[in-house]
Nanobody
Framework: QVQLVESGGGLVQPGGSLRLSCLAS????????MAWFRQAPGKEREFVAG????????DYVDSMKGRFTISRDNAKNTVFLQMNSLKPEATAVYFC?????????????????WGQGTRVTVAS
């Protein structure tokens, strides 16, 4: 089993930045791919970005390319999501996800482990 705990959410003004963190514990010796998803009120959970174990493969939703950056520190079992130039439509609960293996995927069913989420609100 893998446990994931997100942090770093909060209230930010439009145009601002936030850095989310996700700490993994448990079976972290496995080669875990990691991802961030988000779920806005009344909407389905959607893929934001993913990163492979060695960070040699990354995937972003097109609308977030250039503004969001996913990275990881395997020594600290932590994955990050740097979010810049935030827009009000980015308001959502952001979830960290993990799976064993190198293949990324955008479907929620592709991911085995989930955190509880951290809330991001973009408002003036």
């Amino acid at each position: 089993q893998v446990q994931l705990v997100e942090s770093g959410g909060g209230l930010v003004q439009p145009g601002g930045s936030l850095r989310l963190s996700c700490l993994a514990s448990g079976r972290t010796s496995s080669s875990l791919s990691m991802a961030w998803f988000r779920q806005a009120p009344g909407k389905e959970r959607e893929f934001v970005a993913g990163i492979s174990w060695h960070a040699d493969t990354q995937d972003y939703v097109d609308s977030m390319k250039g503004r969001f950056t996913i990275s990881r520190d395997n020594a600290k079992n932590t994955v990050f999501l740097q979010m810049n130039s935030l827009k009000p439509e980015a308001t959502a609960v952001y979830f960290c996800a993990a799976k064993v293996g190198v293949a990324l995927g955008r479907a929620t069913m592709s991911w085995s482990f989930w955190g509880q989420g951290t809330r991001v609100t973009v408002a003036s």
